[in-house]
C-alpha cells in the first residue's frame, strides 16, 4: 500500500507541474451526504483527448454547482491508454476511466476494480467518442487514397508495433478489415497486411513514438493515424496532406467507465455517474466533435457532416469477433502478427 501511495503522491506532483487540473488526494467524502461539501473526482484518460476534456470539465462543474449547489474539483491525469491502464491497476485511483479501447478497461475490469457489464451503464454501449483511421501523406508526390495503396513497394509506411501500442491495433485491423469485409479470405488479408509490414521501415512502440518518427525524423512517407489526432495537429498549426479511407475503414471506438471500487471508497458515484452521462449530451458531444473526435449523438453528428468525411462501410470490433478473439487471434505471443514479423524477416 505504501507503495501505492508513494506512486500516486509522484504522479499528482508531475500533474501541477505539467499544468493539470490537481487537488490533494483524500477519501473526497460522500457526496450523497456532504452536498454543501467540495467533491473530488479523479478523471484518467487517454493523451489527445485532454484538449476536448479542458473545454467539457468547466461546463459540467458550473452545471452541477448550479444544480446542487456542490463543488467539484477534478484531478485530472493523461498519457497513453496503455500505461494509464497500468496505473490504474498499480494504484492510481481512478473514479472515471476513459480509455483509447475497450481491452484497456476489460483488464481494469479483470483486476477487479470496474464491475462486469460495464458496457451497459451508459448510453451507446459506453462509447463516449469515435474516430477512425486517416492516411497522412508526406506530400503530394505520395499517391495514396485507399488502403490498397499502402501495399505498393513505394510506399514506406510508419505505423506503431500492435504488440505494445493499442492505436496500432486499431492501424492492424482497419488493414485487415478493409480485406475480410469487402470479402476477402483471411489468407488474402494476411498477404495483404504481411506486406504493408514489409514496407514499414521501423515498428515504434507507440502512437506518439509514431508521429515523432515521422514528422520529426523524417522517416517513412505515409503514416497511420487517428483521423482525431491529424484533426487536432492542425488546430495547433501542423500542416497534414492526409487522406480517410471512405470504401472501407473501422470505427474506432472509445469506451468510458466508472472504477466501481474507487468511487465507493471515495463516496463518489453519484457526481461520477453524473458527469459521465453528461458526456454524452449534445453540449459535451459538440466540444469532443470540435477536438477532432466523431459524436456519437445523432444530432450532433448532424451539425458536423462536413467535417468527417461519410465512410460508405464502417466495420467495427464486432465484426472482426470482438476483442478476446482478436487478441488471441492476431496479437498473442506465436499469433498471426508474429507470423508475419517472421515471415517478413523481422520478428
Not at 495537429?233 to 472504477?259: L, R
Not at 449534445?282 to 449523438?297: K, W
Not at 464486432?318 to 508475419?340: E, H, N
Amino acid at each position: 500500500m505504501h507503495k501505492s501511495l508513494k506512486y500516486l503522491s509522484l504522479m499528482l506532483v508531475g500533474l501541477a507541474m505539467s499544468g493539470v487540473i490537481a487537488a490533494c488526494s483524500g477519501s473526497g467524502g460522500d457526496s450523497n451526504k456532504a452536498a454543501n461539501q467540495p467533491v473530488e473526482v479523479t478523471l484518467v484518460s487517454y493523451a489527445v483527448t485532454q484538449s476536448a476534456y479542458s473545454k467539457i470539465i468547466p461546463k459540467f462543474v458550473e452545471q452541477w454547482k448550479n444544480q446542487t449547489g456542490q463543488e467539484v474539483i477534478f484531478q485530472q491525469s493523461y498519457g497513453g491508454s496503455g500505461s494509464q491502464t497500468r496505473a490504474v491497476i498499480d494504484g492510481l485511483e481512478a473514479d472515471v476511466v476513459a480509455l483509447a479501447l475497450a481491452l484497456d478497461t476489460k483488464k481494469i475490469e479483470k483486476a477487479g476494480l470496474i464491475q462486469a457489464g460495464w458496457e451497459k451503464e451508459f448510453p451507446n454501449e459506453s462509447i463516449v467518442t469515435k474516430s477512425v483511421a486517416a492516411l497522412v501523406k508526406r506530400d503530394d508526390s505520395v499517391k495514396v487514397s485507399t488502403w490498397a495503396d499502402l501495399a505498393n513497394k513505394d510506399i514506406k509506411v510508419i505505423t506503431a508495433n500492435p504488440k505494445t501500442s493499442g492505436g496500432a491495433r486499431w492501424n492492424f485491423l482497419a488493414l485487415w478489415g478493409s480485406v475480410t469485409v469487402a470479402g476477402g479470405t483471411p489468407q488474402q488479408a494476411e498477404q495483404y497486411v504481411a506486406q504493408v509490414f514489409k514496407n514499414a521501415p521501423v515498428l515504434p512502440k507507440d502512437a506518439r513514438e509514431s508521429s515523432d518518427v515521422f514528422y520529426k525524423q523524417g522517416q517513412g512517407n505515409v503514416l497511420i493515424n487517428y483521423e482525431n489526432e491529424v484533426i487536432l495537429a492542425q488546430q495547433k498549426g501542423e500542416k497534414s496532406n492526409y487522406v480517410v479511407p471512405t470504401d472501407y475503414n473501422i470505427s474506432i471506438d472509445s469506451p468510458i467507465a466508472i472504477v466501481d471500487t474507487n468511487v465507493d471508497k471515495h463516496g463518489t458515484r453519484k457526481v461520477a455517474e453524473a458527469f459521465v452521462q453528461y458526456l454524452f449530451t449534445p453540449d459535451a458531444q459538440r466540444e469532443f466533435a470540435q477536438a477532432g473526435f466523431r459524436p456519437v449523438d445523432p444530432t450532433v453528428t448532424k451539425e458536423f457532416a462536413s467535417q468527417y468525411p461519410e465512410v460508405k462501410k464502417l466495420f467495427t470490433v464486432k465484426d472482426l469477433g470482438g476483442w478476446s478473439k482478436i487478441q488471441a487471434k492476431f496479437f498473442d505471443d506465436g499469433a498471426v502478427f508474429d507470423k508475419i514479423l517472421t515471415k517478413n524477416g523481422k520478428s
